[in-house]
């Protein structure tokens, strides 16, 4: 059975940084990355990652956010800089697994005071 733990999330002020975490386990995962849903607005993408470490990110965080992954670990990280209040939102971690089934962890909250 697949199973997805976010951790890193909080509190912070603008311009701070925050590092999240997810741990799958379960099964071998192809892509993994990171989608955000803020209050009252739909789930958003925000970066994507593959087994080769080649990487994706929403235009709204480029130059800011970093994803990486240990695949020894089935580990995926978001390394987020000069947070903004508008990065405020729920983060999820997804997995997509070698039979292509997509996988997604239960969020963790990440919250930007101006």
């Known amino acids: 059975q697949v199973h997805l733990v976010e951790s890193g999330g909080g509190l912070v002020q603008a311009g701070e940084s925050l590092r999240l975490s997810c741990v799958a386990s379960g099964s071998i995962f192809n892509t993994m990355g990171w989608y955000r849903q803020a209050p009252g607005k739909q789930r958003e993408f925000v970066a994507t990652?593959?087994?080769?470490?080649?990487?994706v990110y929403a235009d709204s965080v480029k130059g800011r956010f970093t994803i990486s992954r240990d695949n020894a670990e089935n580990t995926v990280y978001l390394q987020m800089n000069s947070l903004k209040p508008e990065d405020t939102a729920v983060y999820y971690c997804y997995a997509q697994n070698i039979y292509y089934k997509n996988s997604w962890g239960q969020g963790t909250q990440v919250t930007v005071s101006s």
């Open positions: 990652i593959t087994r080769a470490r080649s990487t």
